[in-house]
């Protein structure tokens, strides 16, 4: 079984990372750290670990000067858990889930998951098996579904649910067979331009421009991570965009948050002169979403040649489900992961990794991906597209391999979190939040900016 350092160098020199840039890395602490059959703490810590390499290597092209770069894997598993931690005002995070989410069986004695927590997809699920909106009645309806016939059901009204499948019943499919053909990260290049000279700055990203049009979990993770290494984010929302209050909170440090409406043309015609003035664009609508409304990577780049566009999607942007609404949960229960950690705890029914690795993971690899193309273009120009998935990323800690007896691993007590804690002010109130886990030894991590309520700034950069 690999190393973290031998993960990390794989991934490193997949996007033609320099090797010798490892020597700068230290990576300390010992797996498991969560109780999991799978190597959930590895991910995280090599996942954080390649973002803040990636800073360092700019750094190095901005200043000339190296530095070294070290992750603890506690400290990495438990930001890929930020979420949890977070505190506003001494107040813990509400409930995670809406009331009708979760896992049900079907009567072909299969089980599915309904991802709820946003209205319209919980509607599309009642309004499919003709109930109310309430746990016995959805029970009751699909007993009279087989698992398959409802997901597809589901899905064309507009809902996301899976069935569970085992890895085996996943490999199996089209869709899995043209993801197992890519990369974990795909950058390729989409137009010429000339390199992007540098802005000044003391921090690795400072000065660089980064639009986040993302929601949730991982492109979100994308966006602070830029942050903490000094870009300029600028979060751009609808004001009509169902959004999940305390995440938004826990992603949002480091970043200015504003509203558009891009159904409008004066909405899109805002965008575009955001975009003309960008240095990054991170999306996670889903594939040509953002293509109908005149912003697909190929207009972009002619928009601004130059741009570094990164694309996030569920299950990948190939193969018969890349147009497919998903989250991490979902993901987990379609490829395998649910299925196989139920098998490992000895239970008849799916079981969830104890993170929502697949999203925090694939928002470092994200930014990872992000900064990577950036330095190529400062050196051969160029506009390049990112693409990465959370089914991606799956398959990338699926084949790191497994922990045996990783399930009798104790779960992290408050006394073990303590550490990693740091306050802060917020447009919230007082924060306490989980601090970056990459410690860069010249140019250290911080947000410079409080998180805030979605839609504080005006649509605009600031000034560099």
């Known amino acids: 079984m690999q190393s973290p350092k031998q993960i990390l160098a794989d991934l490193w020199t997949s996007v033609d990372g320099d090797p010798a840039a490892l020597d700068a890395v230290s990576l300390s602490g010992e797996e498991p750290q969560l109780p999991s059959s799978f190597r959930v703490a590895a991910a995280a810590q090599v996942g954080i670990a390649a973002a803040g390499l990636a800073?360092?290597?700019?750094?190095?092209?901005?200043?000339?000067?190296?530095?070294?770069?070290?992750?603890?894997?506690?400290?990495a598993v438990v930001e890929c858990r930020s979420e949890r931690y977070l505190r506003v005002e001494g107040t813990p995070p509400p409930p995670v889930w809406d009331a009708i989410a979760g896992v049900y069986k079907t009567r072909d004695r299969r089980f599915v998951r309904l991802h709820t927590n946003f209205p319209h997809h919980r509607d599309a699920v009642c309004r499919v098996l003709s109930c109310k909106a309430e746990r016995e009645a959805v029970q009751a309806a699909l007993m009279q579904w087989d698992a398959e016939a409802f997901e597809t059901a589901a899905y064309q009204a507009g809902g996301v649910v899976s069935m569970m499948r085992s890895y085996d019943e996943w490999s199996a499919m089209p869709h899995a067979k043209a993801l197992a053909a890519l990369p974990v990260i795909s950058i390729e290049k989409i137009g010429d331009a000339v390199p992007k000279p540098w802005p000044s700055g003391d921090q690795p990203l400072a000065g660089l421009r980064v639009l986040d049009l993302s929601r949730v979990i991982a492109g979100p993770v994308a966006g602070?991570?830029?942050?903490?290494?000094?870009?300029?984010?600028?979060?751009?929302?609808?004001?009509?965009?169902?959004?999940?209050p305390w995440l938004t909170i826990d992603t949002g440090r480091g970043k200015l948050s504003a509203f558009l409406d891009l159904k409008t043309g004066e909405g899109r015609d805002r965008l575009k002169e955001l975009l003309a003035e960008a240095d990054i664009f991170s999306q996670g609508y889903r594939p040509q979403a953002l293509a109908h409304l005149g912003f697909s990577p190929e207009e972009a780049a002619k928009i601004n040649p130059g741009i570094i566009y990164v694309s996030l999607s569920a299950y990948g942007h190939v193969g018969p489900w890349s147009e497919h609404r998903g989250f991490d949960s979902l993901v987990q229960t379609s490829t395998g992961f649910n299925h196989a950690e139920g098998q490992a705890a000895g239970i008849d029914g799916p079981k969830e990794l104890p993170a929502q690795i697949l999203d925090h993971a694939t928002g470092y690899l994200m930014a990872f991906g992000a900064m990577m193309a950036k330095a190529r273009q400062s050196r051969e120009g160029g506009s390049w597209h990112v693409l990465i998935s959370l089914a991606q990323t799956g398959?990338?800690?699926?084949?790191?391999?497994?922990?045996?007896?990783?399930?009798?691993t104790e779960d992290l007590k408050a006394e073990a979190i303590k550490p990693f804690v740091e306050p802060s002010p917020s447009g919230f109130g007082p924060l306490q939040a989980i601090r970056h886990a990459a410690r860069l030894s010249r140019t250290p991590a911080f947000w410079s900016r409080p998180a805030v309520p979605l839609g504080s700034h005006p649509p605009q950069w600031p000034a560099r």
């Open 55 to 75: 800073a360092t290597r700019i750094w190095k092209l901005r200043s000339g000067q190296g530095q070294d770069i070290a992750v603890d894997m506690r400290h």
């Open 224 to 244: 602070r991570t830029l942050a903490v290494h000094g870009a300029d984010v600028l979060l751009v929302s609808g004001p009509d965009l169902p959004a999940i």
């Open 395 to 408: 398959r990338w800690i699926w084949n790191l391999g497994r922990v045996p007896d990783g399930l009798k």
